[in-house]
């Protein structure tokens, strides 16, 4: 009898063990939740940064027209009414490609902005 008690308490000893280190809500798990967790706050911070420089971005131009403007020349190629504009194209002979300049002219300064261009029409 005292066997088959013994027995019995072995068995169930291993049986708390096994869920302990492998069942659900075990050790294992628990581990595993410690990295999603870390993966997700790496996830949030980046998130964040990208958050701070929107909010910075969007504050930019909501108080100023020179954000604006700046957004539109470089992206839209926007060229004011008191500008000229030449854009020079050739390519250069230690190059495969070639090199942009363009070229702005206004009445107090000028700007030149040269890049590579990769083979590509200039229109």
Do not use: C, H, K
Not at 66 to 78: D, K, N, P, Y
């Amino acid at each position: 009898m005292l066997r088959i008690f013994i027995a019995a308490l072995v068995v169930v000893a291993v049986l708390l063990q096994w869920r302990f280190w492998l069942g659900d809500g075990g050790i294992r798990e628990l581990s595993q939740s410690g990295e999603a967790l870390t993966v997700l706050a790496e996830e949030l911070a980046a998130q964040q940064d990208i958050n701070t420089a929107l909010r910075a971005e969007v504050v930019d131009l909501a108080e100023g027209v020179g954000e604006i403007e700046e957004r539109a020349r470089s992206e839209l190629g926007m060229i004011g009414s008191e500008e000229v504009f030449y854009q020079f194209v050739g390519t250069r002979n230690d190059e495969p490609g070639g090199n942009l300049a363009q070229v702005r002219v206004t009445s107090d300064r000028v700007s030149v902005t040269t890049n590579e261009v990769n083979n590509t029409p200039v229109q």
